[in-house]
């Protein structure tokens, strides 16, 4: 547990806003190494796989420490800035991103086999679009911490709802790249087997789920702007 202890004295010092953007930090660092995880399993690499699934598991458990100490020292008793319900939604829905990074390695583990060649460019393409979610929701809560600092100042809050418009726009491509694969992966039935098609059809579901959620965080931000 030493390994977690500074850290987490270190967010208990900062503000809820900081702490969260350390939060998101951690969950754009997991989504970058599920990236060469992904990689590893369309490469049939499942040695280093597994090397990296560890990593991101703990990640994952560092994460969930700095989101059970906001949630445990959040004030009840100070108003904040913003709505304290939205804002505890808010890192919800950015930790939903962090279990799903931490659920699309162990489902993969859970048969390992490689993806058919014909399938792996899509693959790669739809988590091209998870990762750029993430990022793009992390840019947004760094822009939320400038407008609380800015106190609400208009053009500041502009920047923010332009960048929840980006993600807006990252979910949606996510959303026709992940309808795309699914219907190719049905459409295979003649050629991969059934427990094929229930594995790899369940990972694009996980995979476009990030965006989605990436895509909520973005929504719970911009109630946020609206005290």
């Not at 970058?32 to 598991?57: Q, V």
């Not at 800035?81 to 799903?100: A, I, N, Y």
């Not at 996510?174 to 094929?196: H, Q, Y």
Request: hydrophobic share 40%; proline share 3%; glycine share 4%.
């Amino acid at each position: 547990m030493k390994y977690f202890r500074v850290p987490i004295i270190e967010t208990l010092r900062k503000s809820p806003f900081e702490a969260l953007n350390d939060h998101v930090e951690i969950v754009r660092k997991s989504a970058t190494l599920l990236k060469d995880e992904i990689d590893a399993y369309i490469n049939g690499d499942f040695e280093k796989f597994e090397s990296i699934r560890k990593e991101i598991d703990e990640l994952e458990l560092k994460a969930d420490y700095i989101k059970s100490n906001i949630r445990n020292h959040l004030p009840k008793d100070v108003k904040l800035v913003v709505d304290r319900g939205v804002f505890l939604s808010l890192l919800g829905e950015v930790d939903k991103v962090e279990d799903l990074i931490q659920d699309i390695g162990e489902w993969i583990s859970m048969r390992e086999k490689p993806i058919p060649e014909s399938l792996k460019s899509e693959f790669k393409e739809l988590f091209n679009k998870a990762l750029e979610s993430v990022e793009v929701c992390e840019k947004a809560i760094n822009q939320l911490n400038v407008v609380i600092e800015a106190s609400f100042a208009e053009n500041e809050r502009k920047k923010t709802k332009e960048v929840i418009q980006e993600l807006h726009r990252v979910e949606h491509e996510s959303d026709i790249i992940e309808r795309k694969l699914t219907r190719k992966i049905f459409g295979m039935e003649n050629e991969i087997s059934p427990v094929a098609i229930f594995h790899l059809t369940k990972l694009v579901f996980l995979l476009g789920d990030i965006a989605n959620h990436a895509e909520n965080a973005g929504d719970r931000i911009r109630a946020l702007l609206a005290k």
